[in-house]
């Protein structure tokens, strides 16, 4: 079974990807160094989409405690889009055409924006990562259905349970995520691959906006989801489902969201560019800080980012699990990181990461340059900047743009050095030529 997703044909996303590959061996499609004039702000003015998830607290943060305002940047609009579509729909269209600057944003989602793999007419539009904004916190819910299960990281049996469904009622079993290519998608397919089903061929994966995900389990349109809080919560809140994992159970401390510009806003507007990574820096650190989750949460459910109730927010972004499932967990190792354990550096090797799983899944074909691609993308230089302006303690900065070899919950190993070992490794994928 297919993907669900956006209406472009799978061939017409290869060419795209591969043309784009080729282009930026051939010398590139923009300037990779962009040299500031003096230290004064270009424009005070940008627009930044959201999501409504608790990983795009630094940007509330950021506009609720004026910390925009504090590096310069006055004319700032922080606005809510309603799914992973509409963000990357505005940033092709870009603020001058009524769209967006810059973004929280799945992080492979420049990447498949910049390839044109995921766009109308797979129009290459480049964007830059200039931080990360968080690691983990995200979760792969269950419908009550299967509560007997109690399922967990081993998902066999309810793998079997899934089959069964499909067989019996002769209809598809649906696995949702919130776009194709990004990292709720990557998760639930290697959870699901992880434990011998295949998310191509034995279930059906569908693209559902955050929000919609409660709504759409309860009447049924889903058995299984990816996303990020606070609707896996509100889940168990509301008695309709339960907490199968938290996602750093399956890749601890994995990266998750970006704080991602268009590449011609950076270009033109390098000092500007800093001001915005700077505010959104010091406030990964406010979030990160114990003493002001509560304040986190509640600044995340009022209207205007989340609006959610603050009971389906809080004890999860303290780092307390319930999973709904008589599984209890306080101060847990696995909650959402803001800025502890360098959450904030855009590693390229996490990149490199998601390139390869969209290689394998078969949203990006493998001839594709990712060396080059991703020293287009990921603008850590700039990162390495603005923590040096800001007095960033030396051991928040990483000596290197790898975080080196990554380990999972299935005893896969990838090693950036060498990710076709690690793509050899996997036994269930879809690679897709370029032909």
């Not at 269950?142 to 967990?152: F, S, T």
């Not at 967990?329 to 550096?345: I, P, V």
Request: charged share 25%; glycine share 8%.
């Amino acid at each position: 079974m297919q993907t669900k997703a956006i209406p472009s044909t799978r061939r017409a996303v290869l060419r795209g990807a591969a043309a784009l590959g080729a282009a930026t061996v051939a010398g590139g499609l923009w300037p990779r160094h962009v040299l500031a004039q003096g230290t004064a702000l270009e424009t005070k003015a940008a627009k930044l989409g959201f999501i409504a998830l608790t990983d795009a607290a630094p940007l509330f943060v950021a506009d609720e405690k004026g910390l925009f305002k504090k590096h310069g940047m006055t004319e700032v609009e922080v606005l809510k889009q309603s799914s992973w579509g509409t963000t990357r729909d505005n940033l092709v269209l870009g603020s001058k055409s009524n769209g967006i600057d810059g973004a929280h944003i799945l992080t492979p989602m420049p990447y498949l924006i910049t390839t044109g793999a995921t766009t109308a007419n797979n129009v290459q539009v480049p964007i830059n990562i200039l931080a990360r904004l968080n690691l983990g916190g995200q979760c792969i819910s269950v419908a009550n259905e299967y509560k007997d299960l109690k399922v967990g990281l081993d998902n066999k049996d309810f793998g079997k349970a899934l089959l069964a469904k499909r067989v019996k009622s002769g209809k598809p079993v649906n696995a949702a995520m919130t776009f194709p290519g990004g990292t709720h998608d990557m998760w639930i397919r290697y959870w699901m691959a992880a434990g011998g089903v295949d998310p191509n061929r034995d279930i059906t994966t569908i693209v559902v906006p955050p929000a919609q995900m409660v709504a759409n389990m309860k009447v049924g349109s889903m058995d299984t989801f990816c996303v990020c809080e606070p609707w896996n919560r509100q889940l168990i809140n509301q008695k309709i489902g339960y907490t199968a994992l938290t996602t750093s159970e399956m890749w601890m401390n994995h990266p998750e969201k970006a704080f991602a510009m268009r590449a011609d806003y950076v270009q033109a507007n390098p000092n500007a560019t800093k001001a915005l990574l700077k505010a959104v820096m010091e406030a990964q650190m406010w979030c990160e800080d114990p003493k002001n989750r509560a304040e986190v949460a509640e600044i995340c459910s009022r209207r205007r980012w989340i609006s959610a109730p603050v009971e389906d927010i809080v004890d999860r972004l303290k780092g307390d699990f319930d999973y709904g499932t008589g599984r209890i967990e306080a101060n847990s190792k696995f909650q959402m990181r803001y800025w502890k354990d360098q959450a904030s550096y855009p590693f390229q090797s996490h990149d490199l990461w998601f390139l390869t799983e969209n290689i394998r899944w078969g949203y990006l074909p493998p001839s594709i340059d990712t060396k080059a691609l991703i020293a287009k993308v990921n603008r850590e230089d700039i990162w390495r900047t603005a923590a040096a302006e800001l007095g960033v303690d030396k051991k928040d900065i990483p000596t290197s743009t790898s975080r080196g070899v990554e380990k999972f919950f299935d005893g896969k190993v990838f090693d950036p050095a060498n990710p076709k070992k690690y793509l050899d490794s996997l036994a269930i994928k879809n690679i897709k030529s370029a032909a």
